[in-house]
T-cell receptor, first 113, second 116 residues
């Protein structure tokens, strides 16, 4: 069975600093990987996805993530964060053809001025 | 396209009552998913429809839970004899089911259920 571990429940950073949100997964088969963001009182929004091909994927709002198969990781990065990036971020994995998602517990990113 | 919509947005009910939630997916999306999210946790998969067929149900979905998607359009999730442990955010998502876009799930705003 697939599982996802987000290694940090909360990450505080200052504006314009770089940030990395860590995600590790466990699966016995090939997987598809996703990062979603949830702003306060809003629904989940897809940031980026890895399906195949280049292991470095770029998403919206300047975020990117790197798929590392040997370390079973899919860490999310942004070189310079803004106040508006304050939100909860979820890593998710799918190993089925129809896309059922298994989510991590979430990481709350708080950007301070 | 107005995105995935869910109604109601909030529901407060007394223990033992039945509740029903509705999800309207993005038009022409043939895949529809229900998830449940409790405080401090990520969403957990409940069930999945391809058109009108319910193809998978999680073991989280007890006999008190039933979901339908008549005619492959909107979906309803009913909880009978609600318990306090049912208090959560219920999320609906849809996807197109074609090509690489099949893996992009679009989520609705959710229905927050509080059982008192």
């Amino acid at each position: 069975a697939q599982s996802v571990t987000q290694l940090d429940s909360q990450v505080p950073v200052f504006e314009e600093a770089p940030v990395e949100l860590r995600c590790n997964y466990s699966s016995s088969v090939s997987v598809y990987l996703f990062w979603y963001v949830q702003y306060p009182n809003q629904g989940l929004q897809l940031l980026l996805k890895y399906l195949s091909g280049s292991t470095l994927v770029k998403g919206i709002n300047g975020f990117e993530a790197e798929f590392n198969k040997s370390q079973t990781s899919f860490h999310l990065r942004k070189p310079s964060v803004h106040i508006s990036d304050t939100a909860e971020y979820f890593c998710a994995v799918s190993e089925t053809s129809y896309g059922k998602l298994t989510f991590g517990q979430g990481t709350i990113l708080t950007v301070h001025p | 396209d107005t995105g995935v919509s869910q109604n109601p947005r909030h529901k407060i009910t007394k223990r033992g009552q039945n509740v029903t939630f509705r999800c309207d997916p993005i038009s022409e999306h043939n895949r529809l998913y229900w998830y449940r999210q409790t405080l401090g946790q990520g969403p957990e998969f409940l069930t999945y429809f391809q058109n009108e067929a319910q193809l998978e149900k999680s073991r989280l979905l007890s006999d008190r839970f039933s979901a339908e998607r008549p005619k492959g359009s909107f979906s309803t999730l009913e909880i009978q004899r609600t318990e306090q442990g049912d208090s959560a955010m219920y999320l609906c998502a849809s996807s197109s089911g074609f090509g690489r876009e099949a893996y992009e799930q679009y989520f609705g705003p959710g229905t927050r259920l509080t059982v008192t």
